[in-house]
């Protein structure tokens, strides 16, 4: 009889291990995943890799059939392991961990919710996200204990949240690599401002490169009209508790990713084309130099003459270095023009601009209620308001914005921008610019 419990267990863990050979794609505490082994689902890979001329290895997602390896996610990017005797597996609280030799830790997620740990399986789905679950929730139901898109490193993919749970206070933004051979985090971040008026930002350490123009109900304010049929379905859901980018090609087999990249700067679009078996840039922010932040400084607005910028101070304004701007050093931008005096009459009053990207939204004040006309009322009662517009311009529009210091970061956009109304002294409010 004292053999009887061990042969059932014996027979239970024969059954356990049949299983487990045949599915390829899963972590348990009882199978971990060593360094040369991978986990494969549709178009992506999950395993061990050492970037470009590097030895350190890493655990990370790429491309299964693309062979160009491209690495969408990376574990470890900033604690690498030495040699190849990593493994990845599931700890007895429940975490995936990955640890080299003599059980040195080297990355972890940080599960706190008690769970059964002995049903918990890690897997790699089709769209490329690892996530750990109850075994007993099927993997595709969308419940996860913890998933790999809540914490991207370099890259979008297709299906992937990317912006903030305010409930949670949990943001998703993406951080470069170093460089080719070294994942590790970089300077060059991009992400959405935890705002009432949601808009994202590329940076580099604390100094903004581009701003996205707050999102107006249509689209973000830097926005342009696209002059081709688009080959992505694109999404910006803005609730109570979240907000956050999506998208999906409208072609299912298409491969594409969107990449921070520290070289060169910029947020990139690629997609494949198998054809020619590379990778094809499909989209660059910042796109032209009206795109850099802030390129024409306080009270300018930047315009594309071709492939150059060129700055104009807004009406009312006049260049505070006029010879500095005469050879195109905009760098301590406009000033308003002296006869402008609050609250007087025929000294206060708005110019109409058209077709704008609004001013950067720091310094702003929001109310989604609000017409037009009480925001007008709003900002000319208060003598520290510089401009107003409509926060969303859906139909006839809606909300209002009202800036309270120097307008920054404007551009001209014929074909997308909106209208914004801009204090300056009542002989220039007769005046509408239509850019």
Known sequence: MGTLPFMLFSLKFLLFSIQISSETDIITQFHSLHDGSTLTN?????????????????????????????????????????????????????????????????????????????????????????????????????????????YPTDTILPGMKFGWNLTSRFNRRLTAWNNWDDPSSGQITYGFIKSDLPESKIQNGSSVIYRSGPFNGLRFGATQKLKHVPLFIVDFVYKTDEYYFHYQPKDPSLLSRIVINQTVSALQRFIWVEENQKWILYLNVPRDE????????????????????????????????????????????????????????????????????????????ISKSMTLETCKVKCWENCSCTAYANSNI??????????????????????????LYVRSSAIETSMEFNF
């Open 394 to 419: 859906t139909g006839n529009g809606s909300g209002c914005i009202i800036w309270f210091s120097d307008l920054l970061d404007m551009r001209q956009l014929p074909d997308s921008g909106q209208d």
């Open 42 to 150: 549709g178009a992506f890979e999950l395993g061990f890799f050492s970037p470009g001329s590097s030895t350190n290895r890493y655990v990370g997602i790429w491309f299964k059939n693309v062979p160009i390896k491209t690495v969408v996610w990376v574990a470890n990017r900033n604690h690498p392991i030495q040699d190849k005797s990593g493994t990845l597996s599931i700890s007895k609280e429940g975490n995936i961990v990955l640890q080299s030799k003599n059980g040195t830790n080297h990355w972890s997620t940080n599960i706190t919710t008690k769970v059964s740990t002995s049903n918990l399986v890690a897997g790699l789905l089709g769209s490329g996200n690892f996530v750990l679950t109850d075994e007993k929730d099927n993997r595709d139901s969308g419940f996860y204990l913890w998933q790999s898109f809540d």
């Open 290 to 365: 009206c795109d850099n932040y802030n390129r024409c400084s306080s009270f300018g607005i930047c315009a594309m003459i071709g492939k150059s910028s060129m700055c104009e101070c807004l009406s009312g304004f006049t260049p505070k270095s006029p010879q500095n701007w005469s050879v195109k050093d905009w760098s301590q931008g406009c000033m308003r023009n002296e006869n402008w005096r609050c609250r007087e009459k025929n000294k206060d009053g708005f110019i109409k601009f058209q077709n704008v990207k609004v001013p950067d939204t720091k310094k702003s004040w």
